[in-house]
């Protein structure tokens, strides 16, 4: 016999990998984290903020969602399913949170510092509860965050090139 025969494989590139929250409001990397924005003409408290506002379709509710006084509140506000979203949410979401992180590292240094100070090729969101945003507890989880922060530092790291 030549070698054992393993069931799974380990996957060491998740492993390795850089693993934040996004509600660790301490991680600059974080979109609650608090790093106020200036976005379509707007100050926005944080990432989320901007983007749970733009995803809800009623501009009360929008309004209500930017006006609360934490990141984890404002989704916890935009959440509930009577709270409709817009349509497509599911291709606008990342692309309002990548308008949202861009603008973050063009008003603080420290977070593109931060960004460019992983060394590890793969970033990902931890949530074991979310699917969306992060790699959920099976790691089959879409990820988003964690690609849309892979890929600002792609350009940054070529833009400085």
Excluded at 111 to 125: G, S, T
Excluded at 143 to 157: E, F, T, V
Aim: with cysteine; hydrophobic share 40%; charged share 25%.
């Amino acid at each position: 016999m030549t070698g054992r025969v393993e069931l799974f494989q380990r996957n060491t590139q998740m492993e390795n990998a850089y693993r934040f929250s996004r509600f660790d409001t301490i991680n600059p990397l974080s979109s609650c984290s608090p790093h106020p924005i200036v976005l379509e003409e707007q100050n926005w408290l944080t990432c989320e903020h901007y983007v749970q506002a733009k995803i809800l379709r009623s501009p009360a509710h929008a309004k209500s969602a930017a006006s609360m006084a934490s990141a984890e509140l404002a989704i916890a506000y935009a959440k509930p399913w009577f709270r409709r979203k817009v349509n497509d949410y599911k291709k606008m979401a990342p692309i309002l949170m990548t308008r949202a992180l861009y603008t973050k590292i063009q008003m603080y240094d420290e977070v593109k510092q931060a960004l460019l100070a992983v060394k590890e090729p793969l970033i990902v969101e931890g949530s074991q509860y979310d699917y969306f945003w992060g790699i959920g507890r099976d790691q089959r989880g879409e990820n988003h965050l964690g690609k849309i922060w892979m890929n600002i530092r792609d350009k940054i790291q070529a833009s400085d090139l």
